[in-house]
Structures are given as structure tokens and as C-alpha cells.
């Protein structure tokens, strides 16, 4: 059985980098249960990939606008990945639409953050459309990428409630640091534990998660599993 200090983690993103930074904190802390092994990014001007050069973690940039087409864009993205052998790919504010092909390749190993208690709005702008649909609760979901954008199944949520006066820009400062827990815990349960998504189901050692994982419930916010809690 490999080390679990031996699992490696890429990490995709395309601007600020908030969200590595808190995966590099779990790490630092000793309980993120693999290493950053590169920040990638579709963009030059990323300001998560200063982030990373100053940690000293490995960076690529394969800028989209280097490549013909998407295809070309892709495969140089999938040697870049793979350059790094990762066990888990982290799309963290990583904004562009992957192609099937694409997902495929990298299928039961990439998980996305997305702001929104998914399946509920996918897709950009979800703080207003939070405000404009009157809910109460909104949130931040994880799940494993899918050909359907934003469709893939959701392992993890944290949760929140929307407050009278709340802007998109409110709901946006709230969340964020939620998120900051939330992809830390997520990506250790993931890089220590035995996960699989088949289909639209996911399991946990081999037992099925009925519904995501909540945040503080069923998983602890250094990544582990919280009993049976959401697992049949
Ligand atoms: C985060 O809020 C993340 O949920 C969102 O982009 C932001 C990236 O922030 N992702 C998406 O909207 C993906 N559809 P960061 O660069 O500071 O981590």
C-alpha cells in the first residue's frame, strides 16, 4: 500500500486562488494526506499562480490563448496533468468548460468546487440568482466532474442562510471562507480515504453516500469521515 504522503494532488485554477491557498494551509497543517504537486492555470495573468511560485509549489501555464483550438488546448493540458502522475485533480475557480473527451480522461479523479448547494444553480452569477429566486439558504458544493457542467455528482456541501440586505457581493464574502473549509476537508477525505463515484453514486469504503456530506455533521473540517452519517 502506498504512503498516504506519497498521494499527489493537482490543482487547476484561473485567477485569485484563494481556494489553493487554503489546500496549501491543509497541507502546511499536516493533514491535507498528500502533497500539491503543481497549480496549473489557463491563464498568465492568475493570480494563484504567484501564490503558488512564492510556496515553491511547481506551476504550468497553458494559456488557451497559446492553442488553436480547444482540442489542442486540452491535450496540452492532459500532458501537463500528467506530467505530475496526480491521484486527484482539483478544480479550484478553474472557469472553462471541459469537453466530454476531456472529462473522460480524467473520470472518478477531478472534483470541482462550485459556489451554489448544487443541483441548484449551476453555471455562473449563483449569489444573484440565489437573491432572485428568495431563498433562504445557499451554500458551496464539491462534486466530481462530469461531462454535464456542474452536473456531476456532489460529495460535500457547507451551508449557509441568507440574510435580509444580502447582496451577491454579501453572499459572495460569506462564502468564501466556508469554501476554505470546505475543499480542504473535501480533498483530504478524498486523498485518504477509498472514494468512488460510479455513475451518479459515490461511495466511501465501499458503502453508498445517500446524500452529500455536510460540513461539521459528516465531515470534520481536517477531512474525515464523521460515522455513518449520509451513508446507507
Ligand atoms: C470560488 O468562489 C469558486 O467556488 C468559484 O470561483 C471562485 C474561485 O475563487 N468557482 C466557480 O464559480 C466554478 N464554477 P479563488 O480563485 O479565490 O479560489
Known amino acids: 500500500m502506498s504512503d498516504r504522503s506519497?498521494?499527489?494532488?493537482?490543482?487547476l485554477l484561473s485567477g485569485r486562488?484563494?481556494?489553493?491557498?487554503a489546500l496549501r494551509r491543509a497541507e502546511e497543517a499536516g493533514w491535507l494526506g498528500g502533497e500539491i504537486a503543481a497549480v496549473i492555470s489557463d491563464r498568465v495573468d492568475a493570480a494563484g499562480l504567484e501564490l503558488a511560485?512564492?510556496?515553491?509549489?511547481d506551476t504550468v501555464?497553458?494559456?488557451?490563448?497559446?492553442?488553436?483550438?480547444?482540442?489542442?488546448?486540452?491535450?496540452?493540458?492532459?500532458?501537463?496533468?500528467?506530467?505530475?502522475?496526480?491521484?486527484?485533480?482539483?478544480?479550484?475557480g478553474?472557469?472553462?468548460v471541459l469537453s466530454a473527451a476531456f472529462v473522460r480522461d480524467h473520470a472518478g479523479r477531478m472534483v470541482n468546487i462550485h459556489p451554489s448547494l448544487l443541483p441548484r444553480h449551476r453555471g455562473?452569477?449563483?449569489?444573484?440568482?440565489?437573491?432572485?429566486?428568495?431563498?433562504?439558504?445557499?451554500?458551496?458544493?464539491?462534486?466530481?466532474?462530469?461531462p454535464e457542467l456542474d452536473g456531476g455528482p456532489v460529495?460535500?456541501?457547507?451551508?449557509m442562510f441568507v440574510e435580509p440586505g444580502d447582496s451577491p457581493e454579501k453572499l459572495a464574502d460569506r462564502l468564501l471562507p466556508l469554501e476554505h473549509r470546505l475543499l480542504p476537508a473535501t480533498m483530504a477525505l478524498l486523498l485518504k480515504s477509498q472514494v468512488i463515484a460510479r455513475d451518479e453514486t459515490i461511495s466511501i469504503r465501499n458503502k453508498t453516500l445517500a446524500r452529500p456530506l455536510e460540513l461539521g455533521s459528516d465531515l470534520s473540517d481536517d477531512g474525515r469521515f464523521l460515522g455513518d452519517g449520509g451513508v446507507d
Open 17 to 21: 486562488g484563494s481556494n489553493y491557498r
Open 94 to 96: 478553474f472557469m472553462r
Open 53 to 57: 511560485r512564492a510556496d515553491g509549489v
Open 124 to 146: 455562473l452569477d449563483t449569489h444573484q440568482r440565489v437573491l432572485e429566486a428568495g431563498e433562504r439558504e445557499h451554500g458551496a458544493s464539491v462534486h466530481f466532474v462530469t
Open 155 to 159: 460529495i460535500s456541501q457547507v451551508r
Open 61 to 92: 501555464c497553458v494559456a488557451r490563448n497559446r492553442y488553436p483550438d480547444r482540442a489542442a488546448f486540452e491535450h496540452a493540458l492532459t500532458v501537463a496533468i500528467g506530467g505530475y502522475r496526480p491521484h486527484w485533480i482539483a478544480l479550484a
Open 6 to 11: 506519497d498521494r499527489r494532488l493537482v490543482v
